[in-house]
Nanobody, 124 residues
């Protein structure tokens, strides 16, 4: 069974940074494309970023491009999302998930095995 656990969320001031972690258990992350999604109150879940199984391909939503960086550490079986220059509109619960078919198209129906999420709040 594929299980993912997110961590690293918290409260940060606008302009600040956070690094989210997505740790896998029961499988090797390197074999799968992994996506980060977020859901703000009253809004639909939206894709933020995705990284291919090899790590050679990355995809970002326009709203986070240039501010967020996705990476993976095979030895730690973990995918990270470094978030810089955070804005209040980045406030959301952030989730990681496994791509069903290996694609990094940021559509939630193409992902499975969602983690429980980690809250990110950007506020002064």
């Amino acid at each position: 069974q594929l299980q993912l656990v997110e961590s690293g969320g918290g409260l940060v001031q606008p302009g600040g940074s956070l690094r989210l972690s997505c740790a896998a258990s029961g499988f090797t992350l390197a074999n799968y494309a992994i996506g980060w999604f977020r859901q703000a109150p009253g809004k639909e879940r939206e894709g933020a970023s995705c990284i291919s199984g090899s790590g050679g391909s990355r995809n970002y939503a326009d709203s986070v491009k240039g501010r967020f960086t996705i990476s993976r550490d095979g030895a730690k079986n973990t995918v990270y999302l470094q978030m810089n220059s955070l804005k209040p509109e980045d406030t959301a619960v952030y989730y990681c998930a496994v791509a069903r078919f290996g694609s990094c198209m940021l559509s939630s129906d193409l992902f499975r095995s969602w983690g429980q999420g980690t809250q990110v709040t950007v506020s002064s």
